[in-house]
Structures are given as structure tokens and as C-alpha cells.
């Protein structure tokens, strides 16, 4: 099926450690975008990409990096793993209307 | 004041009961977006709107450019129609990012 594909769904990690969070997309969108999803605080970006080679910072880029080497793929890195990146991660694709992954929900301990 | 203000932040209806979430935005827009999320569940956009109005099944979403105000509207309402939705602008100016709602949770009994 068409879409938006996260991997992995659930992950918990110690603080200190790093993982990436991988983000795939069949549409052939060119924008790509990864966001931090907490109660009480709504959607918030942490990184976009508006095309393959580039990316940029959103409102939380702090502690997270992101890679866009194939036009299909976002990849969110967390190099160095805080209690604070407690979270659910979406990834989101977009041509007009946008698409949406299932979400990682990541508990750093 | 938050750019974009959704009403009323929780909504508690009978099933049947017919549904209207409000939407407004402080800033020049080239589209707005309602997503839905159900609980624990991932989010699915169900309106793109420059102007006028759309339907998709039970749903209707209104949007008037001018007062900078979009409805989302649930006609003959369902328990399954439970979930947060979102309302969400891409500012006209800048890079095509989203600003988001706080979004509204809404909860249809049987």
C-alpha cells in the first residue's frame, strides 16, 4: 500500500545511547518532515526536508539530527539518547495534502 | 496567543448528535488541513481547503479566507467518529511547514 512507513514502532533506549528512527515514502513526495508529538503540547517539527540532499531545522532540532540522502527515505538521528526525547515521533510526506506514518513511540530511560 | 486557536478543546456528544469543531488562525495561510487521530492511533488527514467547502461521507469542512475561519462539521455523528482532530495551516510565506492546533478531543457515546 501507498504510504508513509516508520520504523521502528516502539523502542526503548538508555539515556546516553543513540538509534536512528527511519522514515520511508512511496508517493514520490519531495517534502518530508519528522515531528515530536507530547501531551498537552501538540505537533512541534523537528526537522524537514524539502527535497533529496536537503534538510532544515524546525522548532525542537536540539538533540536530533536528519539525513536525506535518498528522496524516498528521512532518517531522524539521536546521537546521544535524553530522558527529554521521551516521545511519540511522527514522519509526514507531502505533495499538497500530507501523509502520515503510524509513529514511534520512544521511551528513553 | 497561539496562531491557530481551535474550539472547544474537549466535546462530549450523543451518537446522532450533529458535531461542529471551530478553527482560527492568525496568520496569512495557502491552505488549511484537519487531521483526525484516534487514540493511541496514527493521524490521518481528512480536509485540504484553500476556500469554499468539502465533503467526504459524514464530514463536512467549511473554510471563509476572509475572517481567517475553518468549521469541521460530523452530521448523524458515531462512537467510531471518536478521536482528537487537528487543525492545521501552511503559512503562505516561508517553507511549506504546518502550524498546528491543540486540537480538539471529541468523545460520542452510544
Known amino acids: 500500500n501507498a504510504g508513509v512507513t516508520q520504523t521502528p514502532k516502539f523502542r526503548v533506549l538508555k539515556t546516553g545511547q543513540s538509534m536512528t528512527l527511519l522514515c520511508a515514502q512511496d508517493?514520490?513526495?519531495?517534502?518530508m518532515y519528522w515531528y515530536r508529538q507530547d501531551p498537552g503540547m501538540g505537533l512541534r517539527l523537528i526537522h524537514y526536508?524539502?527535497?533529496?540532499?536537503?534538510?532544515a531545522k524546525g522548532e525542537v532540532p536540539d538533540g536530533y539530527n536528519v539525513s536525506r540522502l535518498k528522496k524516498q527515505n528521512f532518517l531522524l538521528g539521536l546521537e546521544s539518547a535524553a530522558p527529554s526525547q521521551t516521545s511519540v515521533y511522527f514522519c509526514?510526506?507531502?505533495?499538497?495534502?500530507?501523509?502520515f506514518g503510524s509513529g514511534t513511540r520512544l521511551t528513553v530511560v | 496567543k497561539n496562531e491557530v486557536e481551535q474550539s472547544p478543546q474537549n466535546l462530549t456528544a450523543q451518537e446522532g448528535e450533529f458535531i461542529t469543531i471551530n478553527c482560527s488562525y492568525s496568520v496569512g495561510i495557502s491552505a488549511l488541513h484537519w487531521l483526525q487521530q484516534h487514540p493511541g492511533g496514527g493521524i490521518v488527514s481528512l480536509f485540504m481547503l484553500s476556500s469554499g467547502k468539502k465533503k467526504h461521507g459524514r464530514l463536512i469542512a467549511t473554510i471563509n479566507i476572509q475572517e481567517k475561519h475553518s468549521s469541521l462539521h460530523i452530521t448523524a455523528s458515531h462512537p467510531r467518529d471518536s478521536a482528537v482532530y487537528i487543525c492545521a495551516v501552511r503559512v503562505s510565506q516561508g517553507a511549506q511547514k504546518l502550524v498546528f492546533g491543540q486540537g480538539t478531543r471529541l468523545t460520542i457515546n452510544p
Open positions: 526536508s524539502v527535497g533529496e540532499g536537503t534538510t
Open positions: 509526514a510526506s507531502s505533495q499538497g495534502r500530507y501523509t
Open positions: 508517493m514520490n513526495h519531495e517534502y
